[in-house]
């Protein structure tokens, strides 16, 4: 049962639509696909849907944007319930925050790059979480930049004075209200020092004081000798342990399987829930 459990359709940043991205990863050999879109659950139908036309598993998710004492932290959430929950509430705020944020940041770079604000709401299409990652997209259309990764590296830099932070919840409030909703939370790529400042051991044990699931081991951002930090942070603390790709489609060089989770610790993960149901798994 060969699982990816971290991907992203055109929903958030990815480049693909739900059905294209379930076949792809039914194509690749996957069993199982986690959709985990940034702050949103809209790509959940259509991937239920292909799920099943493709005889492919499927758990629904959402990756939740939090901040720990001025650190960004990512948190998977699986198999919660949305109706009427806080997290919902909580997401649809984020997200219209992430649209003005958006905005002001692209306003800024069009003073001195040939981008609009339209450009980047073309390229996001519609009902997507709007995130620095279109704005990206619209400067390599523009022929600014050639890629993401070099746009992030400059123009969208956290430290560059384009810069605009992003108003986002506690990891220990996005646990509490993702139990509340019955999901399970993972930690995403919680050493990725490539990607900024990363949360010390205190921060690390606050956040499974709080009730957390698991830890997303096996990334490609986290550095080998991390992920065996991790394992034994894991096993410790009886944390159940995942792997995953992190798919964007085009949008990242991240490859579809390059790392799974074990059949083990998905079962660990679905029994955890009591919200949506997994599907085929």
Known sequence: MTADLHTHSR??????SPADLLAEAAASGLAVVGLTDHDTTAGW???ARAAASLDIGLLRGMEVSCRWEGISVH??????????????????????????????IAERIAEDHPITW????????????????????????????????????AILSSSGRYYVPLPVISPLDAVRMIHEAGGAAVFAHPRASARGRVVP??????????????????????????????????????????????????????????????????????????????LGV
């Open 75 to 104: 948190m998977l959430c699986y198999l919660h319930s949305p109706e009427g929950a806080e997290i919902t509430e909580t997401i649809d705020e984020a997200r219209r925050a992430r649209v003005v944020r958006s905005r002001t």
């Open 201 to 278: 051991e205190r921060g690390m044990r606050e956040i499974i004081a709080a009730g957390l699931d698991g830890l997303e081991v096996d990334h490609r951002d986290n550095p080998a000798h991390e992920r065996a930090w991790l394992r034994r942070v894991a096993a410790d603390a009886g944390l159940l342990v995942t792997g995953s790709s992190d798919f964007h489609g085009t949008g990242k060089p991240n490859r579809l399987g390059e790392n799974t989770t074990a059949r083990d610790q998905l079962l660990r993960l679905v029994e955890r829930t009591d919200g949506v149901p997994a």
């Open 45 to 47: 139908e259509p991937a």
């Open 11 to 16: 929903y958030s940043d990815g480049t693909q």
């Open 118 to 153: 339209e450009d980047v709401l073309e390229i996001a299409g519609p009902n997507a979480t709007i995130g620095r990652p279109h704005i990206a997209d619209a400067l390599v259309r523009a022929g600014v930049v050639a890629d993401r990764t070099e746009a992030f590296g």
